[in-house]
């Protein structure tokens, strides 16, 4: 007997099919992002995309997450990072994704890729675990037009790097960044970076600056930056905020109503900070700038020049004394390639390991050794603790690991490589009531997602990305040290990339879901 079905039952059909969802997370407290508190939900996730958010939702799905008892919350932002060159070195992206990371912003402090849509194609190719956005940077701009020259751009080299900044915001950036302590950047006037900022302001982006000083004059930097916002007509992103040197500690009294004025101003600037007292930059940093130019064999040749030799170890000195510092010991070596023995400790051990006297006239030399056998990257000891939750108090300020993707084993980095977040929810929210949890995640969420206007990004929210972390309030905790860095952070038990489960049950999955991210600027192929 042949049975004809209605047409009403097909439809039902289809409809009771189609909501079915591809993961739903259940009896977890959301989070949601926008700073508002908890509540309990469900979340239900399809290609992609949540499709339905709520206390009522009750679908069948490929994969149930029992959330009880933790909280739910969109993937963290870093909204300042440097992947350029180590994103193939561990594709699984572990030291982020461990640290509820699921996006980067990529290309800060004036260094980045010169061809973005290159590059973004490649971050698509490569696959990676986590999602990848980037600014185009000035200084391999500069570079790629006049090297690392100590002079102003004629016309000619200003029009060629206009038309790389172009191009760069068209193929996808998200802005333009500096590096206004490093070489190149460091010889550029304001005029130069006002007129590449228009032009990334052109195509809505952001301005985001490593500021020419973080200490003595960390006042006069702050105004360049938004001067730069202000002539310029760009939202601006302060990078790692902060107050360097001890004899500076305190002056966020002074650094921070600089923003708050700024905004009532009608400038659009925000910062960022990552929540340690130290720092990590190139030990090149301690050198006067004049002696940088023009690559390493012309670095090498001034140091060996014995009035250059004197000049740099009494700036140095100086520099010291001012800290009112009798040794170097605030500076330690993070990466050196030619002698790895150097790696954890600081330029007074090294000194002494050398057989080297116990002066600081001593240590002036070894680091002017380091830097004749190609210099290394180091971790500096300098800021107070009191300047880092006042700065963290401010609410426009974001959390930033200032870091590359780790790999286990390589060399001493900064532990914010690997437990920013994670420090942040600990030891701030969770031990010193510094900020709350929901204020804490819209730091690390809505707010950077809003500011590189990653527009489906950073909510809990209906039709959004299915970016998600769920975590253990009372566990979470970063595991990372200086004298151990190498360690993942603990308390994050599901990750979710574009809807694909990444960690299940504090584990890497092996899943490579993230993709890259295009700026507003970008033109979509075939326009």
């Given at each position: 007997m042949k049975w004809i079905l209605p047409f009403w039952f097909f439809t039902i059909s289809f409809a009771a099919q189609s909501q079915d969802c591809d993961i739903l997370i259940t009896n977890g407290k959301i989070?949601?992002?926008?700073?508002?508190?908890?509540?309990?939900?469900?979340?239900?996730?399809?290609?992609?995309?949540?499709?339905?958010?709520?206390?009522?939702?009750?679908?069948?799905?490929?994969?149930?997450?029992?959330?009880?008892?933790?909280?739910?919350?969109?993937?963290?932002?870093?909204?300042?990072?440097?992947?350029?060159?180590?994103?193939?070195?561990?594709?699984?992206?572990?030291?982020?994704?461990?640290?509820?990371?699921?996006?980067?912003?990529?290309?800060n402090c004036g260094s980045s890729n010169t061809d973005i849509g290159k590059y973004l194609q490649w971050i698509d190719s490569l696959k990676l675990s986590i999602n990848v956005a980037t600014?185009?940077?000035?200084?391999?701009?500069?570079?790629?037009?006049?090297?690392?020259?100590?002079?102003?751009?004629?016309?000619?080299?200003?029009?060629?790097?206009?038309?790389?900044?172009?191009?760069?915001?068209?193929?996808?950036?998200?802005?333009?960044?500096?590096?206004?302590?490093?070489?190149?950047?460091?010889?550029?006037?304001?005029?130069?970076?006002?007129?590449?900022?228009?032009?990334?302001?052109?195509?809505?982006?952001?301005?985001?600056?490593?500021?020419?000083?973080?200490?003595?004059?960390?006042?006069?930097?702050?105004?360049?930056?938004?001067?730069?916002?202000?002539?310029?007509?760009?939202?601006?992103?302060?990078?790692?905020?902060?107050?360097?040197?001890?004899?500076?500690?305190?002056?966020?009294?002074?650094?921070?109503p600089m923003i708050e004025a700024a905004r009532k101003e009608g400038i659009e600037v925000t910062i960022d900070q990552y929540p340690y007292t130290a720092s990590s930059t190139s030990i090149s940093t301690l050198i006067p700038d004049e002696i940088l130019a023009d690559g390493q064999d012309s670095i090498k040749a001034r140091l060996q020049r014995p009035d250059v030799k004197k000049y740099v170890t009494d700036y140095m000195i100086a520099r010291?004394?001012?800290?009112?510092?009798?040794?170097?010991?605030y500076a330690v070596v993070a990466n050196y390639s030619p002698d790895t023995t150097y790696n954890g400790k600081s330029i007074e051990q090294i000194n002494l390991m050398k057989g080297r006297k116990h002066k600081v006239k001593e240590e002036?030399?070894?680091?002017?050794?380091?830097?004749?056998?190609?210099?290394?990257?180091?971790?500096?000891?300098?800021?107070?603790?009191?300047?880092?939750?006042?700065?963290?108090?401010?609410?426009?300020?974001?959390?930033?690991?200032?870091?590359?993707?780790?790999?286990?084993?390589?060399?001493?980095?900064?532990?914010?490589?690997?437990g920013t977040n994670a420090r942040v929810l600990a030891k701030y929210v969770r031990e010193e009531k510094v900020l709350s949890l929901e204020e804490a995640i819209r730091r690390m969420t809505s707010l950077p997602a809003q500011k590189f206007q990653l527009k489906d990004r950073g909510l809990l929210k209906e039709f959004y990305a299915a970016d998600i972390v769920i975590f253990d309030e009372k566990e979470v905790k970063d595991v990372s040290t200086f004298e151990k860095p190498h360690a993942y952070s603990k308390g994050f038990h599901f990750v979710i990339v574009n809807g694909v489960l990444t960690v299940d049950n504090e584990k890497h999955l092996g899943v490579r879901a993230g993709k890259a991210l295009y700026g507003p600027g970008s033109i979509p192929k075939g326009f």
């Open positions: 989070i949601d992002g926008t700073g508002n508190s908890w509540y309990y939900g469900n979340i239900a996730v399809k290609n992609g995309k949540i499709i339905k958010i709520g206390r009522d939702v009750n679908l069948s799905a490929k994969k149930i997450i029992d959330a009880k008892g933790l909280i739910i919350a969109p993937g963290f932002i870093d909204v300042h990072t440097h992947l350029e060159g180590d994103e193939d070195k561990d594709p699984m992206a572990q030291s982020f994704i461990y640290d509820g990371v699921t996006t980067c912003i990529t290309g600014l185009i940077g000035h200084n391999d701009v500069r570079k790629a037009v006049m090297g690392r020259a100590n002079r102003d751009a004629t016309p000619d080299e200003m029009k060629q790097m206009d038309n790389i900044v172009d191009k760069a915001m068209k193929d996808g950036a998200v802005g333009l960044s500096t590096g206004l302590i490093y070489i190149p950047g460091t010889y550029t006037k304001t005029p130069e970076i006002v007129e590449l900022a228009k032009i990334a302001a052109k195509y809505n982006g952001v301005y985001a600056s490593h500021m020419r000083d973080e200490g003595d004059s960390v006042t006069q930097a702050i105004e360049e930056a938004l001067t730069i916002g202000r002539e310029a007509k760009i939202p601006v992103e302060i990078s790692h905020f902060k107050l360097s040197g001890q004899h500076n500690w305190g002056r966020s009294k002074e650094t921070v010291l004394k001012k800290r009112k510092l009798k040794h170097f010991s002036a030399l070894t680091v002017i050794d380091i830097m004749m056998g190609g210099g290394a990257s180091a971790v500096f000891h300098g800021m107070g603790d009191e300047d880092v939750k006042r700065i963290m108090q401010y609410p426009f300020n974001m959390f930033a690991s200032d870091a590359s993707i780790r790999v286990l084993g390589a060399g001493m980095p900064h532990p914010r490589g690997y």
